[in-house]
């Protein structure tokens, strides 16, 4: 396993608790849209055994043409030790990143693509947009919704609806308003349905779409094979 140490070029504020954390590009490393790497804090491999609490499963939320690895996460005032040090960190810090993997590339299957997430879910996503709006081949149209209860949207430039390009954004604020949306999307009988956020999250979209008559294989996640028949058996 190759463990890539990198630096922070540059931090965004996104919303009051939400932050992106731009890397440099390590050489030779590559990932496409939809990927998710292990992100370690300095000090996770001192030991022994690596220490667990300093690394978390995040997703990449660039593309490799804008020549920054992006992580976006929330960091709330009240915090796991991991999120308490990433706040304390500060441009030309090192940290590590290793394990990348995509679970939810773009499909091009000449289909209508839904992007169903949650909150900062939607950093996910934000490469598969950029993918589609720069090459729209064998995908349909793409509409994305996205709930937030702090109403603090997130990347509000590129989730913005463009008709011309056949991509359409909403955001809502209520889980009412969140599910009867999905559920007026769901009519679409052959579309895709990607869906990112909590565990609990996705069960519950699982379980409306397969109420709607979604199969199990119009369903994406991002989750690793091994895993998806927890959430998708029969």
Same mark, same amino acid.
């Given at each position: 396993?190759?463990?890539?140490?990198? %630096?922070?070029? %540059?931090?965004?504020?996104?919303?009051?608790?939400?932050?992106?954390?731009?890397?440099?590009?390590?050489?030779?490393?590559?990932?496409?849209?939809? $990927?998710?790497?292990?992100?370690?804090?300095?000090?996770?491999?001192?030991?022994?055994?690596?220490?667990?609490?300093?690394?978390?499963?995040? $997703?990449?939320?660039?593309?490799?043409?804008?020549?920054?690895?992006?992580?976006?996460?929330?960091?709330?005032?009240?915090?796991?030790?991991?999120?308490?040090?990433?706040?304390?960190?500060?441009?030309?810090?090192?940290?590590?990143?290793?394990?990348?993997? $995509?679970?939810?590339?773009?499909?091009?299957?000449? %289909?209508?693509?839904?992007?169903?997430?949650?909150?900062?879910?939607?950093?996910?996503?934000?490469?598969?947009?950029?993918?589609?709006?720069?090459?729209?081949?064998?995908?349909?149209?793409?509409?994305?919704?996205?709930?937030?209860?702090?109403?603090?949207?997130?990347?509000?430039?590129?989730?913005?609806?463009?008709?011309?390009?056949?991509?359409?954004?909403?955001?809502?604020?209520?889980?009412?308003?969140?599910?009867?949306?999905?559920?007026?999307?769901?009519?679409?009988?052959?579309?895709?349905?990607?869906?990112?956020?909590?565990?609990?999250?996705?069960?519950?979209?699982?379980?409306?779409?397969?109420?709607?008559?979604?199969?199990?294989?119009?369903?994406?996640?991002? %989750?690793?094979?091994?895993?998806?028949?927890?959430?998708?058996?029969?």
């Amino acid at each position: 396993m190759q463990i890539y140490w990198t %630096k922070i070029n %540059k931090i965004i504020e996104e919303t009051p608790e939400v932050k992106t954390y731009l890397l440099d590009c390590p050489e030779g490393f590559t990932w496409e849209e939809g $990927s998710h790497t292990h992100f370690a804090l300095e000090g996770f491999n001192a030991g022994e055994k690596p220490n667990r609490s300093l690394i978390r499963h995040m $997703s990449i939320s660039t593309l490799p043409n804008e020549h920054s690895i992006g992580i976006t996460t929330r960091i709330r005032e009240q915090c796991s030790e991991f999120k308490s040090i990433l706040r304390s960190l500060t441009i030309g810090d090192e940290v590590a990143i290793f394990k990348t993997h $995509s679970n939810v590339p773009l499909k091009r299957e000449n %289909k209508n693509v839904y992007l169903l997430s949650s909150g900062v879910g939607l950093a996910t996503f934000r490469p598969l947009v950029l993918e589609y709006i720069e090459r729209a081949d064998n995908v349909n149209q793409i509409h994305s919704l996205n709930i937030d209860s702090s109403k603090n949207f997130l990347f509000t430039t590129i989730f913005e609806s463009a008709p011309d390009k056949k991509f359409t954004s909403q955001f809502v604020s209520t889980r009412k308003d969140y599910y009867e949306e999905v559920k007026t999307l769901s009519a679409d009988k052959d579309g895709l349905f990607y869906v990112v956020g909590s565990n609990e999250f996705l069960v519950q979209n699982i379980e409306l779409l397969r109420g709607q008559g979604i199969k199990p294989e119009q369903i994406v996640l991002d %989750k690793h094979e091994q895993q998806l028949p927890e959430f998708l058996s029969e």
